[in-house]
């Protein structure tokens, strides 16, 4: 991750609330070159400081090795669900896409 990125990142972050998240899923192939972008997520999101504020939120990754597209599928508090095909997706990008989504799904404070 370059230092931009990380910085952009690390702005981005304070500002989310993932209270409406029950569940997220990460599928990657770890031999593909584009499954940085999904690693480099799943670290973000299982880090112990969001791990302390969301104990609710289930982070489940699974490992392949058959080559697949990289995947991340998330399921809100309401049942529905998001699914983001990372393969041409940055870290930021899949940040930035899921924000207005928790937005809309938060609960009431």
Do not use: G, Q
Not at 29 to 56: C, E, G, M, N, Q
């Amino acid at each position: 991750m370059t230092n931009w990125l990380s910085r952009e990142i690390r702005n981005l972050l304070p500002t989310f609330d993932l209270h409406a998240i029950r569940t997220v899923l990460v599928s990657f192939d770890p031999w593909r070159l584009d499954s940085r972008p999904t690693r480099d997520f799943l670290h973000i999101i299982t880090d112990d400081s969001v791990a302390k504020h969301y104990p609710k939120m289930f982070v489940k990754p699974t490992i392949k090795s058959d080559l697949s597209e990289p995947i991340i599928t998330v399921e809100f508090a309401d049942a529905s669900k998001a699914i983001f095909k990372a393969s041409k997706l940055t870290t930021l990008d899949i940040l930035t896409k899921l924000k207005p989504l928790c937005i809309a799904k938060a609960p009431p404070p």
